[in-house]
Every structure is written in structure tokens, then in C-alpha cells.
């Protein structure tokens, strides 16, 4: 990419994101609480459309909770609804699309929220905007080069009264959608496959009729062996007259397109002759898209000072609801590398672990989105949509062979927690009786020590004063005693010590275990390698 910019005014950022969608702002919020100069720009004005993504994994609540955003979601969404299956106007059998979770000490949100996408991403907006940030809307990543020495990016933004300004910036994150174009003026391969070969429209629409119909707003309406191809209804949460249509083409050769397929008389003849029911009215179309199933990635997500992050990286079939939540996790994961290169002096082949963790969890959630529309495709449609188990929910994904993984304790149980898995929650209270979970410790933007040692410390296990001396002067680092002599968090329902068993687990700031050892020593090592910390600390005059 590149373009004239003789003339154009020049300013310096620590981090340039191009592309405001949930993948963007998700980074932009959390290099904000870090203190890391950046700036976000959209080609697009403020009010992202459509309800596109709707599901959010447990997982990302977590994520979502750590970055201030949780209670704004769980006001604005609700669960997923059961399944009312039909054959044209009679109602058929219900069921439940999704496994639920079961609520455990470990998991503070078992299940998936359904939320319209368009209002994740204005919690996010607002979220950003509540710490100092915000968005420049109507600017377009118009070029960019790298510099030859490798010390950083130069970029150049257009405007929308056409002026073009030119960014230095240390780093570029493309968060520009699954056309990106700054993945394509990196030449970087990105190998595409059909999912399915019929197409597919989802559409929000504002409709009227249907009490005169029958149609409730507590089920997911689907008919699945509608003539000409299976046709669902899905009341958009927050909107009381909306719906999400999803409809499939039966005929592959039919290319639908939202100007001839997604009127308003368009869908009332869809409705009309896939259901048999009258008197829904389709009122209004907010918003709509057609497509046919695809999935692809990256060959890689790094190329020297420019990352892919989200549908840039990969993109999925929608079934699942994996798509936006993997997008979103790409950037958590970025966000607090970013931050220790930038401002703790860590070595900049930290940043070689993105590409290495998440290319790894983002092949396996394709594989694993694929897998769930191949089961629609084949075995659900005479009852809708197969049924989507835990493994959605992504709160087993896990970094254990990944280069920041550190297991070093011995004769471990198979099912015990290790080294690069999801750090569980835990109901704990502090040392005045208060409540406080695990996840109160790690909310924020630090590493987070735990100290599960119990009554060995010193005993035949590590001092309490080993623990202490190794992240004395480790400034973003919190250390919490749990259990044992003088805790700092009283574990009395043993939920911490049976999830995380013995030991002494540091947690990155993305909420996953980095070591699990017993030894202090190892500590410091581990800090080492991701900031500027020397390995002996330091020995007070």
C-alpha cells in the first residue's frame, strides 16, 4: 500500500490500529489501562451495523469481565433460547441448540450470552471512551511501508475531507476485517475454503404480527425442512419488534443478494412460502448479508512490526458462534505483549509468541467451527441444527505446547491443571473477611503470582521470603498468599486448592497459567523472559 502524502502533517504513535470492530476496541481498551499511546482508526462512521455475531462464549465473558465490559453485556443480551422446531404451521418438538454449562466455583459464567453485535461493539465504544480513549471515525489506513532497519511503520491516514496525514508508528495492528487489505499488501498467503456450497442470508428486521402468528419471543423458531431450504427466526434481544432471519438455499446454483432477497415483500414471500404462516409483517430491514460458508487463515499472523488480528487472521463458518470470540481473544492476547515490549523492556521475540499461540488456537477452532456446520450440514436438518457441546464455550483451549509454557513440577496427576491452561476462578475471601475471588486478583493488567503452597511453606517447601525477594522489584507483577500462614486470601471452601492443586502458579494478564512450579527460583526466571528484569533481583544496600 502506498500513497502521495507530500505535504502531509506528521505525528508519532506507540500503536496503530486499523479497524474499529470488536477486535480493534478490545486492544484499544486494553493498551488504554496499560498506558500505551495508540491510536484506533475506521474507514466507516460510528454505528456498526447488524446483529452478525451474536454469540459470546464463556470464555470471552471472562475476558470481557477483566476489560470492565461484563455487566453492560449480561444487560444488554440473554441466553441462548431453546429451539422450537415447526413443520410448516404446526409446531414440532423443542430442544436446546447449545449444552448448558453447569455454574461451578471454577466458572463464574457457565453459559453463552446471545447479544446483536452492534451493541457488543457500542459497550465496547463506550467502554474505551469511559478510560480516555476513543475511535477516529471516517479515517482511512489509506498506505503504510515498514522501515528497513526494522524499527517500526510508517502509515498514511486519509480523512474524510481528504486530507492525508502520515502516522509513524512503532507497531500496526490489522483488525480491518476478513477483506483486509493490509493483509493483502503484505502478501501474505491466506488459503480460503468453501464450507458449504449453498448460500446463506441473515437478516435483522423490524416485523409486526407476531402474536396473529404464533410466534413467541422465547424460542429460536426453525424450519428445517422447509421447501426450498431451512428457514429461521430468532427475536434479537434488547429490540422487542426485531428478529435475526437466517435462511439456506436449498438450489446451490441461487445466489441471493440482500437487495433482491432482504426487502421487506421479498421476505414476506420467504416467510410466506417456507412456513405457511400469515400474518407476520416484515416491517423494516435494518440490516442484512448473503454469503456462502467459508473458512481460511493466515500462513502468519506477524510480518516484522504489522500483526493480523481477528477476521484479518481467520475466518470461520458462523456455526458455533467461535468467529468473533477467537477475533476477540487474538487481540487479548496481543494487547499485554504489546505492553511488555513497550513498557516492562521485555525482548521483542515476545512478540513471536502470537503468532506461535494463536495460529494454534486458530486452526483448531476452524477445524472445530468446520466440524459443527459439516454436522448441520449432514445429520441436523431434519431437526434444524446439530447441537453445539462444551467445547464452544472455549474454556478448554489452552496454550500447554506453546513457547510461554512452563511446567516444571513433577508427578503430576493427568488431570491436573497445568502450565498454558485457562486459570479457574475461585470464591475466596481477603484477610478482613470480605469476598474475593481469584478473579478479583487477576482482573487488571498485571501478572498475578499465587502462592498455593499451604502449610509446607518453610516446612520443607519455599519460604514465604523466597517468594517475596523473587518479584520484590517486578513492578506488574501482584502476589497473593492463599492458604498457609499469614494468607492473604482464605481459600475455606478448598475450591482454589482443588483447582489448582500444590504449587506456585504465575498468571499472565490473559488469564492463563504461564508457570506452575515449586520452586521461587523459577519465578524470576519466568520474568525474565518476558521483561527486563535481571534474572538475581536486585540486593538492597
Request: glycine share 12%.
Amino acid at each position: 500500500m502506498s500513497s502521495d502524502v507530500s505535504g502531509a502533517a506528521s505525528t508519532d504513535t506507540e500503536v496503530l490500529i486499523a479497524g474499529a470492530g470488536p477486535t480493534g476496541l478490545v486492544l484499544a481498551i486494553d493498551l488504554t489501562r496499560r498506558g500505551i499511546r495508540h491510536r484506533l482508526v475506521e474507514r466507516e462512521g460510528r454505528g456498526f451495523p447488524g446483529s452478525r455475531g451474536t454469540g459470546i462464549q464463556p470464555r470471552t465473558l471472562e475476558v470481557m469481565d477483566d476489560l470492565g465490559t461484563v455487566e453492560a453485556l449480561l444487560a444488554s443480551g440473554g441466553p441462548v433460547p431453546p429451539v422450537q422446531s415447526w413443520e410448516g404451521t404446526e409446531r414440532g418438538r423443542e430442544w436446546e441448540l447449545v449444552e448448558r454449562g453447569e455454574p461451578s466455583p471454577g466458572v463464574p459464567y457457565p453459559d453463552a450470552l446471545m447479544c446483536p453485535q452492534w451493541r457488543t461493539v457500542e459497550v465496547l465504544y463506550e467502554r474505551l471512551e469511559a478510560l480516555g480513549g476513543g475511535v477516529e471515525f471516517n479515517t482511512a489506513l489509506a498506505g503504510f511501508t515498514q522501515a528497513e532497519d526494522g524499527s517500526g511503520v510508517t502509515a498514511e491516514l486519509r480523512h474524510a475531507d481528504g486530507t492525508v496525514e502520515t502516522v509513524r508508528a512503532g507497531y500496526l495492528v490489522a483488525a480491518d476485517g476478513g477483506r483486509s487489505t493490509v493483509r493483502k499488501a503484505l502478501g501474505v498467503p491466506f488459503e480460503v475454503e468453501a464450507v458449504d456450497a449453498r448460500a446463506a442470508l441473515i437478516a435483522d428486521v423490524r416485523m409486526s404480527g407476531f402474536e396473529r402468528a404464533g410466534i413467541d419471543r422465547d424460542h429460536w423458531h426453525m424450519w428445517p425442512t422447509a421447501p426450498g431450504g431451512l428457514l429461521g427466526l430468532r427475536p434479537l434481544e434488547g429490540m422487542p419488534d426485531a428478529v435475526q432471519i437466517m435462511a439456506f438455499w436449498a438450489d446451490a446454483a441461487y445466489e441471493p443478494t440482500p437487495e433482491r432477497d432482504a426487502t421487506p415483500e421479498a421476505l414476506t414471500r420467504l416467510i410466506t412460502e417456507r412456513t405457511g404462516l400469515t400474518g407476520l409483517v416484515p416491517e423494516e430491514v435494518t440490516w442484512a448479508s448473503a454469503f456462502r460458508p467459508k473458512a481460511g487463515m493466515a500462513e502468519h499472523f506477524r510480518t516484522g512490526r504489522v500483526f493480523l488480528a481477528g477476521d484479518a487472521a481467520h475466518i470461520h463458518s458462523p456455526a458455533g458462534g467461535q468467529g468473533l470470540n477467537t477475533s476477540l481473544q487474538d487481540a487479548y492476547n496481543l494487547g499485554w505483549k504489546l505492553g511488555a515490549v513497550l513498557r516492562h523492556g521485555a525482548p521483542d521475540a515476545l512478540l513471536d509468541t502470537y503468532d506461535a499461540e494463536r495460529m494454534q488456537v486458530a486452526a483448531d477452532v476452524l477445524a472445530l467451527s468446520t466440524r459443527v456446520h459439516s454436522q448441520d450440514r449432514t445429520l441436523g436438518f431434519e431437526r434444524g441444527l446439530s447441537r453445539r457441546g462444551k467445547e464452544t464455550h472455549q474454556l478448554s483451549l489452552h496454550y500447554r505446547t506453546g513457547p510461554l509454557a512452563r511446567e516444571l513440577r513433577r508427578d503430576l496427576p493427568e488431570e491436573a491443571l497445568q502450565a498454558g491452561d485457562r486459570a479457574p476462578d475461585a470464591p475466596c475471601t481477603d484477610a478482613s473477611g470480605a469476598p474475593f475471588s481469584l478473579f478479583d486478583a487477576f482482573r487488571g493488567p498485571h501478572f498475578t503470582l499465587l502462592d498455593l503452597t499451604g502449610p509446607d511453606a518453610g516446612a520443607g517447601g519455599p519460604a514465604a521470603d523466597a517468594v517475596a525477594d523473587a518479584v520484590a522489584d517486578v513492578e506488574w507483577v501482584r502476589t497473593y498468599r492463599v492458604g498457609g500462614p499469614a494468607p492473604d486470601l482464605i481459600d475455606a471452601g478448598g475450591h482454589a486448592a482443588a483447582a489448582y492443586g500444590k504449587g506456585l502458579f504465575l498468571v499472565r494478564p490473559d488469564g492463563y497459567v504461564g508457570l506452575a512450579t515449586d520452586d521461587p527460583a523459577d519465578i524470576r526466571a519466568y520474568l525474565a523472559e518476558v521483561s527486563a528484569i535481571p534474572v538475581a533481583p536486585a540486593i538492597p544496600a
